[in-house]
C-alpha cells in the first residue's frame, strides 16, 4: 500500500498502513460530488459494523475543508471515519482516475484486488470479493 499521508477525522496526519496495523484494510476512494459514491457509501458503513469484514477506510478526494466532509457524513448518517486526501495524493499513487473506487489489503500490506465502480458492500458479490480478505 502507498506510503501516502492521509487526514483523520480529526484533521491529524496518518497513513493507511498505521490505519491498518497489520489487518486487512478496505480502502475507498469517494467524493461529495461523485453520485454513484454516495450512493454506495451507506453500503460501506453497514459494511464496516459486521464482524469478521475488514476495517473500512472511505477516503474523500474532496477538495473542501474537512468539516464540510465531516458534514457530508454525519447528514446522511454515516458512521465512517471522515478520512481526506485533498491532494488526491492517494488517487494519484494508486493510478485511480475513476471514483469510487475500492482497494483491498491484506494484512501484509500488499493489494488483493480493486473494484472500480459502485457496489452494494452487503451484497452477494462483495461477500464474494470479501472472502479473498487475510
Do not use: H
Not at 12 to 26: D, F
Amino acid at each position: 500500500m502507498p506510503a501516502i499521508t492521509i487526514k483523520d477525522g480529526d484533521g491529524e496526519e496518518t497513513s493507511l498502513s498505521a490505519v491498518a496495523g497489520g489487518k486487512p484494510l478496505l480502502v475507498n476512494l469517494w467524493a461529495t460530488w461523485c453520485a454513484p459514491c454516495v450512493k454506495e457509501l451507506p453500503t460501506l458503513d453497514t459494511l464496516a459494523d459486521r464482524a469478521g469484514a475488514p476495517q473500512v477506510v472511505a477516503v474523500s478526494q474532496d477538495t473542501a475543508a474537512a468539516d464540510k466532509v465531516r458534514a457530508f457524513l454525519a447528514e446522511r448518517k454515516i458512521g465512517l471515519e471522515a478520512f481526506q486526501d485533498s491532494e488526491m495524493a492517494l488517487s494519484s499513487a494508486l493510478r485511480s482516475q475513476i471514483l469510487p473506487t475500492t482497494i483491498l489489503y491484506g494484512s501484509d500490506g500488499k493489494e488483493v484486488w480493486r473494484y472500480t465502480g459502485d457496489l452494494d458492500w452487503t451484497g452477494a458479490r462483495a461477500a464474494e470479493l470479501l472472502k479473498e480478505a487475510r
